[in-house]
């Protein structure tokens, strides 16, 4: 089980969560994202740290985007929101 905390670059707390150390992390980090801040439309994981911090993933603490795909006739480019602060551990 992976034990989820989510904050904004000043450090503040905006979500807490948990999943399973499935191939579906991506998918359940967003989850735990979009119903902290009740978002829609919902979000989906953008980047996750670097490549250079691959190796640990998913434990530790990186850096994160979130963003969405607008749903228009016209299409447009993806809506990224601010960067976050995901820190992981193993519970």
Known sequence: MLKIQICNAAGE???NGT???????PTALAG???????LRPPRSLHSYGTPAD???????THRTRFGYAP???????RV???????HIERA
């Not at 999943?19 to 992390?25: A, L």
């Not at 735990?32 to 009740?38: C, E, F, G, H, S």
């Not at 929101?81 to 995901?86: A, N, Q």
Request: aromatic residues 10%; charged residues 15%; contains cysteine.
């Open 13 to 15: 707390v905006l979500g």
């Open 19 to 25: 999943c399973s150390e499935s191939g579906y992390f």
């Open 32 to 38: 735990v994202y979009n119903t902290a801040l009740n």
């Open 54 to 60: 691959s190796a640990d993933y998913p434990v530790g």
């Open 71 to 77: 749903v228009s006739p016209a299409g447009g480019d």
């Open 80 to 86: 990224l929101d601010d960067e976050v602060i995901v």
